[in-house]
Structure formats: structure tokens, C-alpha cells
């Protein structure tokens, strides 16, 4: 055993100073010749960690461990990057479980994934395997989402690093990354991911996966990030990964020969509901609701000279409670003003730093109202102008790459179609008679337009995630679709023929529920984009 | 309190930072903190025969970590995922901890005084009873060298029964049946090496990317060889090959009698080596007049010029290696096709130099073992019950009478399973196996233990669907927890080491049998002064002198520095310990005359074909994440997520006209059974006409399905194909 420690000791010791670039006293002799042979080679990226060895080696274990190699820094202008060779890949999933125990993950989180793709007639079938850990992007959604700024791109390694500490468990960078690569932990209450192994690489030491890997599958590369990002459609793009147009991925994938023949996801059976995000349901269409009814208020004091401020206190009590419950949806609602940290950057910021404001005025207002002061018209807008950025805002950061179904036009005519629907109705309602129903009919058809062609604009779509959420949205949540559907007609046609407020306000109530389902609708259905996984669902541990 | 902690965590106040910080261990380098460890203990993976080294770290009594050992000559480091989660199996769910006696219907917790006279004295009456032979004994190929050699003196001259024979039945016994017929003894010639250095590799019925990925390495860093695999089923090895064979289920040995035929007709083989170290050549000869090439074809779907590109492919190569497992073992017409392995090897001069061997690449982590020393198949040394001479030498190293010595051994482990139906066997030991999962038609299984007036089942986990029918339940240690050695599928034997005690009071299988031979009154007579496994060593290594073999060279001090020995290795060898060893190198075979035999071989068809009601070949198989019957993997989350059910692979054209989709969950039945709701994987891995269903899980256990159709020369069973249909699930979900 001792020996073994002085052996690993030694290692440790000699690649702290291969990693020293400074130095130019460097022992160079020491690097091992493999690493040498290999390091000019065609192309823009050199393959430094190597595994390639010889039978001497293998008969005598001169030291030097396989998959142990001295790895340079990357120099200006260039950073690391995983190669996978998917011609070695076997599916073994090594990778995965090096990763787990390397990271102390618990078992239903993995940082590192292998998928399954497959083509060919029998018995020219093709079977590959694709073993994904971070891509580490040249320009990381995650990073741009983040409102904390818990990401970094570490300047010499290019490596994208995530910090526990700054982060607040929001999630969003989950849908912003195409390939699902950070991950939630709810024992943790925040988000994790591959680091390509930094703290081993600072060490001179290959990352877990690479050393787990029987088969020299995955490999540390060095990439000039001008060159890369010319030719990474070349090299990046595989069968089973969506496009690395999003960020730039930098993970080199060897591809076999005949990649074209039709190599397909065996996943694509594979459907099923994300996670609802009941606190953010609650926030999105009670902000819209608190929204629409702000505006209703302060418009009819615009034109109509009257102000009810019963109905500003109750509408500023539901944006309150909405505000609060959407820190129940981060993994630490404690630290949930740090979301405004990145408002230069991060929609989700934007967002959190517009309800922020929306509530300070539309609180303003009210008491202005109950006080009662002169003025108030103006501050009524104010209100009114905010929150309609804030729900602007909010449906922006909705448009997530990784998120195809709602990353388009119709996150933003839903989110404005609800608030515009919930307002319309509030006004008529508090206008009294039959004022406005034209407005709320209108809105109504509105909302249901953009419903229905959003569902055919999901049916027609060749993509799987696109037309995966039509398949979920047509058979799985049917009955849902047309509860959601139904309580907009009832609620509609009760504000049509009852002219009892009490009625009425039960009418806009079925309206918002209608809302409640769609969006509800809108969370569930969402078919996220990722790597190829295995045939069999995973089930949580 | 507890909602204080909840709240901390829920506010996001504490993120268990302290538990998931990370540190720079001197052995793991740069990890996550809980895995690092204070104590490495050395010792070899339990679970397949490749025999990984590995490294336990072991930190307050617990195994928080395992790494594959970098120095170990096998596995340079590297690990499969089964290995690299192994640390959990210590500590898994379900394990036994405490021997359990059935009272009425319920167990009770007794002493290990107890239960051990309670085993004795029920096998003592049974056998007064009905006779000594009443009892049966089942083993496996997971427990260490020394305690199936204690095990094998136990049963055969303490219990006094020959009815004792291992799982190892249902693995590999068809290789040993095939090496002992064309070589005169067991023990695969080869070495992992040749893997290496062969410069054609030969996988028959082998899917070592699934079940040995290690090897896979070991053969991917040969860049010169020209990889053929044969299986009916494009595996995921099959992905692997230069040259793939597709050859219908169970038609390798048409195949290899095609390929033979071509060697003789072109006059390939090596007339020197046949004429001066083999018998049988113009039987086989002649028997191969008989096989045409084109029938051959036909039989094997495959094209007639591939067959002869194979046959010459492996004729003109340097050093050829042929790599077998489970496609051709599990067949009633197993050992033939071994011995038409063994004979393409022969015929070619391609044995017992580097990179030239027939290969039997093995199951369990010790299956080996329990051949060299078990005194099932043979008596321990590779000795045979038959030979007299064989006889008389044991009897003088034990220092009893010859007469002790049966002169054939007893019932195969089919055989005693049908003989416990028959009420001739009263008795059962079943020792770390669950045939309850493992055993073929298990209907006939479930019928032959329910006869049984006495069942003991010995294993590290309880509940298990074996244990559950036990009358008696014995806690046994598993892999970390004990001391001795395995010996591998190169014949290399290394050292396992415990590197936590077992839970509760579970005892090492060594230190029940040493207890039951007391109770049996023949520990003094049998195990003299022994207390240790290191006591069954150096008995075991005196056996085993001057045997093919040869453990005499030995010791536990110098497996531990070479990282494992490959015997033969006789006391005052003049080779280093670490030298690779092959078999036969000289042309010398275990034989009388020492000349290796030629056996001419018949193929025929499986015993059930597909027909009208059933129109389906089933063939089993594992998945890389499980090992055999789920008992310890299933207990491991991170397995157990990566592959959390068994699926049922069909071809598209089969699943359009059974208007079937992939996830559509399925009944698949046989003429013997029906398993239900398995999720149906619509796939062009397999052919037309084939579904595949792995075996490992209980739940959709594909034994409900298999047939008991055993080879008739080594009795493993025909697990690889029987006729089944494919229904749309009858809606009792299990």
C-alpha cells in the first residue's frame, strides 16, 4: 500500500509541474511519447489525453498509469473540450457511475449520461452509444440565463463552471441548456453539473469519466475557439443530440462511418409530462390576473373618472401572493432576491425586478387611492405600463432554447391573451351592465385562437419535441384540453347572460380557472430537448 | 428539531454543503470528500470471471468507495459499472443477518447453535431415513477456492453424499465436458493476452461489450486483428466486429463443422501437429464427408463464401482465438460445438502459444474454483472419479481410506431437481444461488422444492425468492466481508480479502461449514487444526501438486504482490509469478497417451422449434447493469435506475403484423408458462421471427418460459432458444 501512495504521490507531483506552462525548466523527456506522436494532428484540435498504449506497457506497468497522461493548459484563444468517439463507445455506462461516485451524486442524478442510437435493417443494423457530460459551450445558455450569475466560463480552461453557493435553485438554466445537462438536486436544493472534472484536471489528472472508460472513448482536447467555431456543425452535430447551434457545443464526436443510414434515438417513444411547477402556474396567471386588473382600474380612472380601490387592494393582494409563491418554486426561497442580481442579462432577473417594481407602484397606488389623494391617475399607469413589462418579461424568459414548445410567438400572445382576457373582464365586471362585453368576447376568441393554432402548429411539426407535446396534448391530457377549453366557454357565456355581479364575478372565475388548466397545460406539456437516452424510461431512484 | 433541520433545508439555508464538498485524497485524487478513505484493502471483484483487481476504501467500518486496482495485470485500473458500484452491494437492503428457522409458516430468528443442529440433525434423519444419498447440495461459482474445497470434502465424506454440484451447471459445465473431452482435463489454455496478440479473434455466442466489458479493452488495444463475432443477435459485441456472422439460433455448430470441412478439403490444417499430437483425425474426417457446404449455408442463413472466408480467416491466421460463452454453452448441443471449437484449435496447430487458444471465457467470479477443487464434476485436482490411480493418491494426501472415494460422481444439478420430484432426494443445501430465478422451467423447480422435507439455503440476502421457500436461513458473508481466492477465466488466481465484517451475524461460508463439521462430528477427522481459509490453502495447495493445476508454488504473500498467479505454478518454478502461462505449448494434452482427441460432432436442430401456436424463438440474455438473478444489483439504486425492467426485443416486420408498438407492454408464453406485461422494444437488433428477453429479473422471469432440455453429456440446460408467442398484455400486471 505505501508503495502504491508513493507511486500516486509521485504522479501527483510530477503533473503539477507538467501543468506549470510558466516553467520553462520543464522536464519535457517525461511526457509520455504517445502524447508526442499524437500532438500535431490535422485540424485545429490536438489530442493531449491519451490512452493509446502499446503491449510493453501493458506488461509492465512502468509507472505511469493509462489514462493518466500530463495534459498542457490551454493557450490564449483556446480552452478544453471532451472528444467522444462514438466508433469505441459500447454502451457500458462506466462513464455514468465513475461520475456519480466521483461527484458523491446521489443515484437519480447524473451528470454524465449515455444514449442509445440505432438504424440498419437486420442484420445491417446499427447500434451506437453516446456518452454526454457537459458540452461546455462557447456560448452557454445556461451561463446567459442564469439571474444569479452561479455560472462561470473559466478564462483558461473554458471550462463552465457552476457555483452551489450563488445558486438559488431556480432552474432555469434546466431549460435553457438543449442538451438537459445541469440538474436539479432536491436534496441540495440547487443545481449541479459536469466541471470536466477541475479540480482533477488542476491536478494533472484525467477527468472520471475519461479514466472509467475501458475503451478510450472519451478524451481531453484542446480546441482553438476561433477555428471551432467555423467548423463546429462539422464535428459537434451527431444522430440523437440536438443542434449545437444554440451555444456552440465543444464536444468533438467521432462519428462511424454510415452515420447517415437513418441512426435514430430509440428514445422517441419516450413521452412524458415534465414537472408542472405548481408555484410558478400560480405566479404567472395570478401576476397576469393582478396585472389585467391593475390596468383595468387605472384605465377606467383614465377614461371613466372612477377608481375602485376595494378592487386595487384585492388585486394587489393576489400580485402579492403571487410574488410569494413563486419562491416556493426555488430550491432556496431564502435567497430569493439574489434573481435580481443579473437584470442586465437574464430575462428571469428582468422578470423578477419588474413584479418587484409592479408590486412597489401598484402598493402605491392603492394606498394613494385609499388615502385619498390627487394624482393618482398618473401612478395608476405607471402601474399598469409595469406590469405589463413584467408579464412581458415574464413570458420572454419562457422562450428557452432547450424548450421548443415554448420557445416561440405563442408563449407571448398566451401570457398577453390571459392578461388581457382577466383584465377585459374585470373592467366589464366592475363597470357594471353590459359595458365591455364586446372587449371580453373579443379577448376570449383571442385566447382560444392562439390556443388552437398553437395545437396545430404543434400537430403539423416534424420535430419530436414539437410534435411530442401535440401527442401528449391529444392523448394523455385530452380530457385537460378540453376542460380547458370548456371553462372558457361556460365562463363566457355565464358573463354573457347574467347580469348579477355576484354571477358574474363567479363567471370570471371560471375564466380563470380556464386559464389555470391552459397553463397548467402550457408546463406539461413541454417536451424538452436532450441526448438520446436509453430505451427504458428511467425510473427515480 | 427535526422541523428546524427541515426548514434550513427547505429555506435553502443549508445545501448539506459539508456532504458534497470535495477534497484531494492521496489514492482518488481530487473527489468527492465521502468517498474518500482512511484504509485500502486489495482484493478481486465478485462478480464475473474476468477478475478485476480492485481497491476497497474503507473508511469507520464502512466501504465508502472501490477503484479497479492500476496495477492489476487483468484490469489495468478499469472497472464495469457492476464493479464500480460494488461498495453498495455490502451495504444493500436485504441482506441476511441472522439465521432463520420456519416454524409454522413464519421464520424465527434462532442461534447459529441452533439452526447449525437443527441442519444436522434433520439432514442426519432424513438421511437414516431414506439413505445418505437423500441429501443434495447445490452450490455456486461465488464463494472462494477454499471453501468449495472445504465444501467438497464436507459433503462428499462428512454428509456422505455424492449428490453435490454448483449453479456452474447452468453456465459453464459445457466447457468442461468439452475441454476434458478433447484435452483430457479441464482448464482453458489460454490468457487474456492472447486477446492481444492474436491476430484473429473468433467470438462465438459471446457478448463480452454486455457481460465482460473489461475484456473488450483488453481486445480493443489490439490494433492488428481482424474481429469476427457470430451470434444471432446483433449485440452490442457484434457492433465490434470487422466481420459479423448473423447465423441462425443455435447453428454454430454447422458453422464450425462447414469451416472444419473447408480446412480438411483445402488441406489448411497443420498435418505435422495432427499426425504428432492427436487421435481422431480420420474419424473426424470422415464424419465431415457428410457435411455439405451449401446445407451448412442454409442452416446457418449465412452466404456459403462468408463460411469459407471464416474458415480460411481462421486457418491462415498466425495465432487465431476463439472466445465462447452463453450462446454456446446454454444447448443441448453444447459440448459438441466446444469440441468442434476445440477441434478447428487442434486441427490448425492454434493452441498454447500467445494469441492462439480456444477460450472458454467463463460466468461466475469463481466458477474456476469450485472446477479445480470443488469434488463435484471430479475429484478436487481435476482428478477423476474413475480413475483408480486419481483415487488412491488423494486417499493417501487425506490419509483415508480409498474405499471413501466414490467411483462416479452423483446426480447433476438438473438431475437432483428432478430426483427431488421422484422423493429420492429429501434434502437440499442450496448455497449462494436462486434458482427460484435462475433454473430453467422453474415451475418444475418450484414443484421439486415444495417435495423437499428439508431445505436450507444459504446466502448473504434474505429476502430472496429462493430464501423465502427455505426451512432453514443461513447468513453467509459476501464479497469485501471474507478471505481466500479466486481463480479467473485465465486461470489466474488472485486474492480476495474482507475489508469490513459481515452484518449482524451473518459468518463467512468457511466458518459455517468448519461449524456444521463440527456438529457433524467430522471437523477433527476432516479439518484438522484449521481455523482459517489460509489452513484450506495449504491443504488445497498440497492437492493440487503436480495437477494440471498446480497451485504448490503459491502463497497468499505472493498473489498479493503479483496481483494473481496463473497456474500452473508448481513449488520451485523457475518463472516469475507474473509470467503468462498458457496450456499445451508443447503438444503435451492431459490425455494417457498425451495426445489431444478429435471428435467428430452432429449439428441438429434445438429441441423446440417455433410452430403455429408458438412462432417465436426466445432467446435470454444479460444487460450490463445487472449480474444474473438481480439479488445484489437490484439492491443497487444506480443500476437498478439505469436498467430498472426486462424488455422483449422484436423485430419491426414481426411487431407490423402483430400490430405492436415499442412500450406497448406484452405477454410472451410458452408451452410452459406466460410472462406478463414486459415492455416490448420493437428493434432490427434481432432477426425476423426471434424475440430476445433478458434474464435477470424475477419479475418477468424468462424461466417461466424455458424448457427442460438439458445437454445430454455436460447437463446444462437449452436456455438459448424455445418456441414462445407474443400477446398483447392480458391485463394482470405482476
Not at chain 2, 475441454?179 to 489454455?189: N, V
Not at chain 2, 442463413?301 to 481462421?314: K, M, N, Q, S
Not at chain 2, 494417457?592 to 424463438?617: K, M, V, Y
Not at chain 2, 432440455?709 to 446444462?716: G, H, K, V, W
Request: charged share 20%.
Amino acid at each position: 500500500m505505501g508503495e502504491l501512495q508513493d507511486c500516486v504521490s509521485a504522479l501527483c507531483i510530477r503533473h503539477r509541474v507538467l501543468f506549470d506552462r510558466n516553467d520553462t525548466s520543464l522536464p519535457w523527456s517525461l511526457m509520455e511519447l504517445p502524447l508526442l506522436d499524437r500532438i500535431e494532428q490535422p485540424g485545429s484540435f490536438v489530442t493531449l489525453a491519451t490512452m493509446q498504449s502499446t503491449h510493453e506497457e501493458h506488461a509492465s506497468f512502468c509507472g505511469v498509469k493509462r489514462g493518466n497522461q500530463p495534459l498542457r493548459m490551454p493557450g490564449p484563444g483556446e480552452q478544453y473540450r471532451f472528444h467522444f468517439d462514438m466508433t469505441k463507445c459500447i454502451g457500458c455506462k462506466c462513464c455514468v457511475v465513475a461520475c456519480n461516485e466521483q461527484n458523491g451524486n446521489p443515484p437519480d442524478i447524473f451528470w454524465r449520461r449515455v444514449g442509445e442510437i440505432e438504424g440498419g435493417v437486420y442484420p445491417e443494423t446499427r447500434r451506437h452509444y453516446l456518452s454526454i457530460g457537459c458540452n461546455h459551450c462557447l456560448e452557454p445558455t445556461c451561463m446567459k440565463g442564469c439571474p444569479v450569475d452561479a455560472y462561470s466560463k473559466d478564462g483558461v480552461t473554458g471550462i463552465v463552471r457552476h457555483s452551489a453557493d450563488a445558486c438559488i435553485g431556480c432552474q432555469y438554466c434546466t431549460w435553457n441548456c438543449s442538451y438537459g445537462v445541469p440538474q436539479f438536486n432536491p436534496e441540495r436544493g440547487v443545481v449541479g453539473k459536469c466541471d470536466m472534472c477541475y479540480g482533477r484536471l488542476q491536478d494533472g489528472e484525467n477527468p472520471a469519466c475519461v479514466m472509467a472508460c475501458p475503451e478510450d472513448a472519451i478524451q481531453i482536447e484542446i480546441v482553438r475557439m476561433d477555428a471551432w467555431q467555423q467548423e463546429y456543425r462539422e464535428h459537434a452535430n451527431s444522430p440523437g443530440m440536438p443542434s449545437p447551434d444554440d451555444s456552440i457545443s465543444t464536444t468533438r464526436i467521432t462519428l462511424p462511418q454510415l452515420a447517415d443510414c437513418g441512426l435514430n434515438r430509440v428514445d422517441r417513444g419516450h413521452l412524458q409530462l415534465e414537472n408542472p411547477h405548481w408555484p410558478l402556474i400560480f405566479m404567472t396567471v395570478l401576476t397576469q390576473l393582478s396585472v389585467g386588473a391593475f390596468n383595468a382600474i387605472g384605465w377606467m380612472q383614465a377614461f371613466a373618472g372612477h377608481a375602485d380601490r376595494v378592487a386595487s387592494l384585492v388585486a394587489l393582494v393576489i400580485a402579492l401572493c403571487a410574488l410569494s409563491a413563486s419562491t416556493l418554486h426555488l430550491g432556496r426561497p431564502l435567497y430569493a432576491m439574489r434573481a435580481l442580481k443579473m437584470w442586465r442579462r437574464s430575462w428571469l432577473s428582468r422578470e423578477v425586478l419588474l413584479f418587484t417594481l409592479f408590486a412597489a407602484t401598484a402598493t402605491l397606488y392603492s394606498a394613494c387611492l385609499w388615502a385619498p389623494m390627487s394624482g393618482t391617475t398618473i401612478l395608476g399607469s405607471i402601474a399598469s405600463l409595469v406590469g405589463l413589462s413584467g408579464v412581458g418579461a415574464s413570458a420572454r424568459l419562457y422562450l428557452a432554447p432547450g424548450r421548443p414548445a415554448w420557445n416561440s410567438p405563442f408563449t407571448i400572445f398566451e401570457f398577453f391573451s390571459t392578461t388581457a382576457l382577466l383584465g377585459a373582464a374585470i373592467a366589464s365586471l366592475l363597470a357594471h351592465g353590459t359595458t365591455g362585453i364586446w372587449l371580453v368576447t373579443a379577448c376570449a376568441a383571442c385566447s382560444l385562437g392562439v390556443f388552437c393554432t398553437k395545437l396545430a402548429w404543434l400537430a403539423r411539426s416534424p420535430s419530436h419535441q414539437l410534435y411530442g407535446a401535440w401527442q401528449l396534448l391529444s392523448t394523455t391530457l385530452s380530457n385537460k384540453v378540453l376542460l380547458r377549453i370548456g371553462l372558457l366557454f361556460v365562463g363566457l357565456w355565464l358573463f354573457n347572460v347574467e347580469q348579477a355581479f355576484p354571477a358574474r364575478a363567479g363567471a370570471l372565475l371560471l375564466m380563470l380557472a380556464g386559464e389555470f388548466m391552459g397553463r397548467y397545460l402550457f408546463f406539461v406539456s413541454v417536451v424538452p430537448t436532450n441526448i438520446a437516452s436509453s430505451f427504458l424510461m428511467q425510473e427515480a431512484a | 428539531m427535526k422541523f428546524a433541520n427541515w426548514l434550513r433545508r427547505r429555506s435553502g439555508f443549508d445545501t448539506r454543503a459539508a456532504e458534497y464538498r470535495y477534497g484531494r485524497d492521496p489514492v482518488l485524487g481530487f473527489t468527492a470528500e465521502r468517498k474518500h478513505a482512511d484504509t485500502w484493502v486489495n482484493s478481486t471483484c465478485g462478480y464475473c470471471s474476468v477478475g478485476c483487481g480492485m481497491q476497497l476504501g474503507v473508511r469507520d467500518g464502512r466501504v465508502v468507495s472501490v477503484r479497479g486496482n492500476p496495477d492489476h495485470p487483468v484490469n489495468r485500473g478499469k472497472l464495469c459499472p457492476k464493479g464500480l458500484a460494488e461498495h453498495y452491494t455490502i451495504e444493500a437492503e436485504g441482506r441476511a443477518r441472522y439465521p432463520l428457522l420456519r416454524r409454522k409458516d413464519a421464520f424465527v430468528r434462532v442461534s447459529w447453535d441452533e439452526a447449525l443442529d437443527t441442519m444436522a440433525a434433520r439432514f442426519r434423519s432424513i438421511q437414516t431415513r431414506y439413505g445418505p444419498e437423500s441429501i443434495g447440495v447445490i452450490s455456486t461459482g461465488q464463494l472462494v477456492t477454499e471453501e468449495f474445497y472445504t465444501l467438497g470434502k464436507l459433503v462428499q465424506l462428512g454428509l456422505g453424499t455424492r449428490n453435490y454440484d454448483g449453479n456452474t451447471t447452468l453456465c459453464m459445465s459445457t466447457a468442461v465436458s468439452g475441454y476434458k473431452r478433447s484435452f483430457g482435463s479441464d482448464g482453458p489454455p489460454g490468457a487474456y493476452e492472447d486477446l492481444e496478440r492474436a491476430d484473429v479473434i473468433f467470438l462465438i455466442g459471446a457478448n463480452i461489450a454486455e457481460n465482460h466489458p473489461i475484456l473488450c479493452s483488453r481486445l480493443e488495444s489490439n490494433p492488428g486483428k481482424t474481429l469476427v463475432v457470430v451470434d444471432p443477435r446483433v449485440t452490442k459485441t457484434a457492433m465490434m466486429a470487422d466481420l459479423y456472422l448473423p447465423v441462425k439460433p443455435r447453428s454454430d455448430l454447422a458453422l464450425l463443422n462447414a469451416m472444419l470441412r473447408i480446412i480438411v478439403d483445402e488441406q489448411l490444417y497443420d498435418r505435422d501437429f495432427v499426425e504428432k499430437h492427436t487421435s481422431g483425425f480420420d474419424d473426424l474426417c470422415q464424419s465431415l464427408q457428410e457435411i455439405e457446404l451449401d446445407a451448412m449455408a442454409r442452416i446457418t442463413g449465412l452466404d456459403p463464401e462468408l463460411i469459407v472466408r471464416a474458415a480460411r480467416l481462421y486457418a491462415n491466421a498466425r495465432a487465431p482465438f476463439i472466445g465462447w460463452t452463453m450462446g454456446v454453452n446454454h444447448s443441448t448441443k453444447g459440448t459438441e460445438t466446444v469440441n468442434a471449437i476445440n477441434n478447428l484449435a487442434l486441427l490448425t496447430g492454434k493452441i498454447g502459444h500467445a494469441g492462439a487458444s480456444p477460450f472458454s471465457i467463463t460466468g461466475q467470479c469463481n466458477a474456476m474454483g469450485t472446477r479445480e477443487a470443488g469434488f463435484a464434476s471430479g475429484l478436487p485436482g481435476y482428478r477423476k472419479f474413475e480413475s483408480a490411480v486419481d483415487r488412491a493418491e488423494l486417499a493417501q494426501i487425506w490419509q483415508i481410506a480409498e474405499e471413501r472415494l466414490p467411483t462416479s460422481r452423483g446426480l447433476a444439478y438438473p438431475d437432483m431437481i428432478e430426483a427431488a420430484i421422484s422423493g429420492k432426494i429429501r434434502g437440499l443445501w442450496i448455497l449462494g444461488t436462486n434458482p427460484l430465478v435462475s433454473f430453467p422451467n422453474v415451475d418444475v423447480l418450484k414443484q421439486a422444492l415444495d417435495n423437499l422435507d428439508f431445505l436450507v439455503v444459504q446466502d448473504g440476502f434474505h429476502p430472496t425468492p429462493t430464501t423465502e421457500l427455505a426451512d432453514l436461513v443461513l447468513p453467509a458473508a459476501i464479497w469485501g466481508e471474507k478471505e481466500g481466492t479466486y481463480t479467473n477465466s485465465e486461470r489466474r488466481v488472485s486474492k480476495v480479502n474482507a475489508a469490513v465484517d459481515p452484518p449482524g451475524e451473518a459468518r463467512s461460508d468457511f466458518q459455517i461449514f468448519l461449524a456444521l463439521a463440527e456438529k457433524l462430528g467430522c471437523r477433527d477427522e476432516l479439518f484438522h487444526g484449521w481455523s482459517t481459509p489460509a489452513d484450506a490453502f495449504e491443504e488445497w495447495k498440497r492437492v493440487s501438486a503436480g495437477r494440471l493445476c498446480d497451485y504448490s508454488g503459491m502463497s497468499y504473500e505472493s498473489l498479493e504482490t503479483s496481483g494473481g498467479i496463473q497456474w500452473p505454478f508448481p513449488a520451485g518454478s523457475s518463472e516469475a509469478p507474473s509470467t503468462v502461462r498458457r496450456l499445451y505449448g508443447d503438444g503435451v494434452f492431459a490425455t494417457p497417451d498425451g495426445r489431444a482427441q478429435l471428435i467428430a460432432t452432429q449439428w441438429s436442430p434445438f429441441p423446440e422449434q417455433p410452430n403455429a401456436e408458438f412462432p417465436f424463438i426466445l432467446n435470454t440474455g444479460r444487460t450490463v447493469e445487472h449480474w444474473h438473478t438481480r439479488t445484489k444489483t437490484g439492491a443497487i439504486s444506480i443500476l437498478q435506475r439505469m436498467s430498472p425492467r426486462a424488455w422483449l426485443e422484436m423485430n419491426p416486420a414481426d411487431a407490423q403484423k402483430l400490430k405492436l408498438n415499442s412500450h406497448d407492454r406484452v405477454d410472451v408464453v410458452s408451452a410452459r408458462g406466460r410472462v406478463i406485461g414486459v415492455e416490448l422494444r420493437v428493434t432490427e437488433i434481432v432477426g425476423q421471427g426471434q424475440v430476445f428477453l433478458p434474464f435477470h429479473f424475477v419479475e418477468t422471469n424468462a424461466n417461466q418460459l424455458t424448457q427442460s432440455a438439458y445437454d445430454p453429456i455436460s447437463r446444462e440446460p437449452n436456455f438459448k432458444q424455445c418456441a414462445v408467442r407474443v400477446e398483447k398484455q392480458s391485463g394482470v400486471n405482476v
